[in-house]
T-cell receptor, first 114, second 116 residues
Framework: AQSVSQHNHHVILSEAASLELGCNYS??????LFWYVQYPGQHLQLLLK??????LVKGIKGFEAEFIKSKFSFNLRKPSVQWSDTAEYFC????????????FGKGTMLLVSP | GAGVSQSPRYKVAKRGQDVALRCDPI?????LFWYQQALGQGPEFLTY????????KSGLPSDRFFAERPEGSVSTLKIQRTQQEDSAVYLC??????????????FGPGTRLTVT
């Protein structure tokens, strides 16, 4: 069975600080990788995704993530966070075979202070 | 509509009551997923529909949970004889691509169920 581990449950940063949220997954086969974000009071929405090709993927709002296959990692980064990035971030995977059911990590709550 | 909608947004049930949670997916979306999100956790898969067919219900925690999508659009998740451990946010997601893992899932706002 797949599992996803997010390293930090809560992160507090000041505006303009750099962000890196860790994500590791456990699965023996080939997976697709996702980061979802949930802003306060809003739906879960897709931030970025990796299926194949360039392991460095860029998403919305200046976020990017790097897939390192040897480390089973897909860390999320942003060079300079803004107060509006305050949200909960979820890493998720699904198998390339099957119904595309997502397996999520527990989430990281990011609080950016102005 | 423009996105996935769910109703009710909040539901309080007394232990032992039955509840029904509704999901309206994006029009034309073939795939529909239900997830359960307990407090402080990520969403966990419950069940999957492709059109009206329930292809995977391996995530349903007990036989008190039942889901249907009779006409391949709106779906209902029913929980019988609710227990306190059923308290969670129930998320619905839909996707156009039929069963393709790369298909992006669009999530609804969720129904927050509290069992007292």
């Amino acid at each position: 069975a797949q599992s996803v581990s997010q390293h930090n449950h809560h992160v507090i940063l000041s505006e303009a600080a750099s962000l890196e949220l860790g994500c590791n997954y456990s699965y023996g086969g080939t997976v697709n990788l996702f980061w979802y974000v949930q802003y306060p009071g809003q739906h879960l929405q897709l931030l970025l995704k990796y299926f194949s090709g360039d392991p460095l993927v860029k998403g919305i709002k200046g976020f990017e993530a790097e897939f390192i296959k040897s480390k089973f990692s897909f860390n999320l980064r942003k060079p300079s966070v803004q107060w509006s990035d305050t949200a909960e971030y979820f890493c998720a995977v699904n198998e390339i075979q099957g119904y595309s059911t997502l397996t999520f990590g527990k989430g990281t709550m990011l609080l950016v202070s102005p | 509509g423009a996105g996935v909608s769910q109703s009710p947004r909040y539901k309080v049930a007394k232990r032992g009551q039955d509840v029904a949670l509704r999901c309206d997916p994006i029009s034309g979306h073939v795939s529909l997923f239900w997830y359960q999100q307990a407090l402080g956790q990520g969403p966990e898969f419950l069940t999957y529909f492709q059109n009206e067919a329930q292809l995977d219900k391996s995530g349903l925690p007990s036989d008190r949970f039942f889901a249907e999508r009779p006409e391949g659009s709106v779906s209902t998740l029913k929980i019988q004889r609710t227990q306190q451990e059923d308290s969670a946010v129930y998320l619905c997601a839909s996707s156009f691509t039929p069963g393709t893992p790369a298909g992006e899932q669009y999530f609804g706002p969720g129904t927050r169920l509290t069992v007292t």
